[in-house]
């Protein structure tokens, strides 16, 4: 079955430090890959997505890139802020059949300090 | 316009007891999904619904569990004779339809069984 696998958590980073996190799936076929991404005391959003191989997403200055060679979907930042603290999940979407169900990593939590 | 609303937001049930939650999609959206939050894990799919079409129920847990949508408007999920390990988050959300399309969560109902 498909399944998503991001690192363990939590990070804890100060400001404008480089922000990697990583994500890894398996899945048949060719998902959609998605960032999703829950604020303190907020619900869940959706960040960014990449519906093919080798598409970017982008959003907020986050990045990600689709890597099929690689099965990654690693979200990246250049310079964090303290507002960028939150609970990220990585997710994807079989597009095959008829259900569009998402597909969660366990979550991380990001934690900017000024 | 309107997001994704759930209610109730919090819900304390003695275990046993049945409980009963409510999603209110976006207008016009064809596609509504229920999926359960528990602590330290990821969010898993529970059941969807799209338009007319027959429910995909596959990631209903146990047949204590169930959910009814009435075309393309409010859904409920039914949890009968509660147990300790139903305690989570229950999230909804809503699309257009289809991988490609985003889902829009609602804040989620957090349910605890005692």
Redesign the interface.
Known sequence: GNS?TQMEGPVTLSEEAFLTINCTYTATGY??LFW?VQYPG?????LL?A?KADDKGSNKGFEATYRKETTSFHLEKGSVQVSDSAVY?C?L???TG??????????ITLSVRP | GAGVSQSPSNKVTEKGKDVELRCDPISGHTALYWYRQRLGQGLEFLIYFQGNSAPDKSGLPSDRFSAERTGESVSTLTIQRTQQEDSAVYLCASSAGGARYEQYFGPGTRLTVT
């Open positions: 998503v998902p959609s999703y907020e619900g869940l959003q959706l997505k519906t999940f997710a979407s079989a597009n008829a259900n569009s169900k998402l597909t969660f990593g366990k979550g």
